[in-house]
Every structure is written in structure tokens, then in C-alpha cells.
């Protein structure tokens, strides 16, 4: 029976709260296909502890996780630590420590969802789409210049590299050659007049080296309008960091809530663990109050599992999930209905 090196961190807010559900999914599963976990959890991990100790991690943070198999991560960041702090010392480190670059984050509307988008109907939306994890807008590169005075000052560098944009591109070309075979860049060149261009250059590049791709682009503010007027029409979305994002909450929103979307924070080359966490955040406006949506983080165990290796245990979580949407009315207050996670945790762990 193989175990696999699991890191588990909670970190803040629901993220607490969806993590135990996804290592109960996980151990059933497991129990079923015959492999097993260890886990290592990191429950300090978290704003309380920046409050209490000035760091949201231990300095050699790090290196406790470099010998894992993978990480499963529920959210981190609470009123009391700005954002910018409690993400910079945390989970930005990790997806750029780990070469984790690629963060992928596919939508699927299941059957019974009621999605607020007009004919996003199950098996009519299934997309995915591929983020760029480690820079473009996410840079450390700029500063705040004339603090207290009037000519106070922010400037804020984007870095896209040919390296790291060519490594995304050929992950998400490579993907769509495995799918449906069509790719939609999001692209904003006609406003953003360095990195975007150059990005669309990137595209067409590694477009004429996957020829079996029918390949487009659009300027990100039209394709959010596109998510939401014709979302079925998507097969590989590919963005850059903040674009992909911002098109991903959307997307999951399409899917019926920002609380079902999963994500996995991959390095493709396996030589650092990759890690596997819902899109959604620590939802402060809900916390401790035992409603939130576990979908997300359990979906994103299931990334975890094909991962690792296990795709008809990946499955097993996938169809246990459309059958509980499909065939009963149990879902969480965000989707509707009125189960708690505990509740709807229960009746998916009796599935499987
Ligand atoms: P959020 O995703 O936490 O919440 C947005 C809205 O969606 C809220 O109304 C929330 O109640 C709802 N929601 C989110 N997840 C849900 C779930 N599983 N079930 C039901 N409803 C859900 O985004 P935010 O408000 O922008 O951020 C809150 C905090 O989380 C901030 O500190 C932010 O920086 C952090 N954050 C962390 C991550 C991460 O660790 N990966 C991701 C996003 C945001
Ligand atoms: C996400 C989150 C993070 C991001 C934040 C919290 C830094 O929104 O994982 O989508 O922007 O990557
Ligand atoms: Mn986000």
C-alpha cells in the first residue's frame, strides 16, 4: 500500500473549515483503491500566527514541505493582516519557491446547479483555464514613493519573461491538444503596450508549433463579457497571472459559485511538490458558522489524486459529487439550498 507524503494547510477563515472534508474524501477513497496517506499538518500556519510571531510561516517553511508529494492548502488571509502581507508570506512564496507555474483551474457546470448564467447547462460548459503562476503581475518589482505627500506614489512592475511565458503557453497548447483542441488567449495589447504585446508574440509562436490547435485571441474585457455570454464556446483559456485570476472567480461563478471551483498550483517537471487548493478564499463573511462550501477544496483533492497518480480515484470523488448534485437537493446556502459542509460532507462520504 503506497502512502503518499501529504502537507496539510488549513491556514485561515474557511479554509479551516473545507481542508477536513477533502483528507476525509481522501482517506475513503484511498481506503477503497488501496493506498493511503501520511499527512503533515501545519495549523499554525495562518494570520493568527503573523499576529502572535511576525511571520505567517516558520522561516525554513519552505524546506518542511520540499520532501511532500504534494500540498493541499485551504486559504489564507483574515481582517487584521493586510492581504498583501499574510498572501506575500505564505502562498505566494510557495507557488514561487515551488516553480509551481502553471495553476490550473478547470469549470465544469454539474448537473442539478442552478448557474446564474442563461444556458450554462451541464456538459454545454467544461473549460479550463491555465494560469500563469510566478510572475507577470505578481512581481515584487516597484514601491511607494513620497509616503505622507501629496506627490505620493505607487509604481508596480508586470515581468513576463520568454522562458516563463513559453514554459505556460506549451502547457496550455499541450493541454488543448489533449481536450477539445482549442485555445482562447487572454490578451490586453491593445492597451498594455510592453508586456502584452510581447505575450501575443509568445502565443502565436508556440500556436504555429502546435498545429492541431485552432487557436484565438481576446482582449481579456471582452472575454469576460464572452464567460458570461457564451461560456460553452471555451475549451483552454490561457492568461497571465492576474488575468487568469480574475477570469477564474468569474468562472466559477458561472459554474454556480466561487465556492465549487478547484485548483491545482502545478510544476509540471515534478521537482518540487505541486499544490492543490480551491479558488476561493478564506471568506471571512462566513467563517465558523459551518456553511461553507466544501466542493472547491474536495475537487481539488481529486486534482491531487490524479496528480499522484489515482485518476479512477479521482473519478470516484468526481461522480460522487454529480450524483449527490444530480440526484438530491443537498447543497450548501451559497448554491441555494440549506445543508452545512458537515451535512454535505456526511452524505458524499457515504457515497463513497
Ligand atoms: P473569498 O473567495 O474568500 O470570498 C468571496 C465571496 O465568496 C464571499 O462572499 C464568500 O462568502 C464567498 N465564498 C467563498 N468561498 C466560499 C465557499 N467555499 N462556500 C461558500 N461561499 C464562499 O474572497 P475575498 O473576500 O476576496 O477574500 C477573503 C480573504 O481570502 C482575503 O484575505 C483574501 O486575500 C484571501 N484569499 C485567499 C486565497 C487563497 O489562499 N488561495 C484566495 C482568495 C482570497
Ligand atoms: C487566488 C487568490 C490569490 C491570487 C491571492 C489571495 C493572492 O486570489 O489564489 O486566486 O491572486 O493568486
Ligand atoms: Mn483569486
Partial sequence: MTDHRIALIPGDGIGTEVLPPARQVLDAVGRRHGFGFSYTSYD???????????????EDGLDQLRDKDAILLGAV????????????????????GFRQYVNLRPI????????????????????????ENVEGEYSEIGGRLNRGFPEEMAVQEAVFTR???TRLLDYAFDLAERRGGRLTSATKSNGIVHTMPFWDELVA???AAHPRVVWEQEHVDALAAKFVLDPARFDVVVASNLFGDILSDLAAAVAGS???????NLNPERTHPSMFEPVHGSAPDIAGRGIANPLGAISSAAMMLDHLGHPEAARDVTDAIAAILAGTDLRTPDLGGTASTAEFTDKLLELL
Fill in 44 to 58: 499554525d500556519w495562518s494570520c493568527e500566527r503573523y499576529l502572535r510571531e511576525g511571520a505567517m510561516m516558520p
Fill in 77 to 96: 488571509g483574515y481582517p487584521g493582516v493586510p492581504d498583501h502581507v499574510s498572501l506575500w508570506g505564505l502562498l505566494i512564496p510557495i507557488r514561487r
Fill in 108 to 131: 465544469r457546470v454539474f448537473e442539478g446547479i442552478d448557474s446564474p448564467v442563461r444556458g450554462a447547462t451541464a456538459g454545454a460548459v467544461d473549460f479550463v483555464v491555465v494560469r
Fill in 258 to 264: 466561487v465556492g465549487v471551483a478547484p485548483a491545482a
Fill in 163 to 165: 522562458a516563463g511565458v
Fill in 205 to 207: 509562436e508556440r500556436g
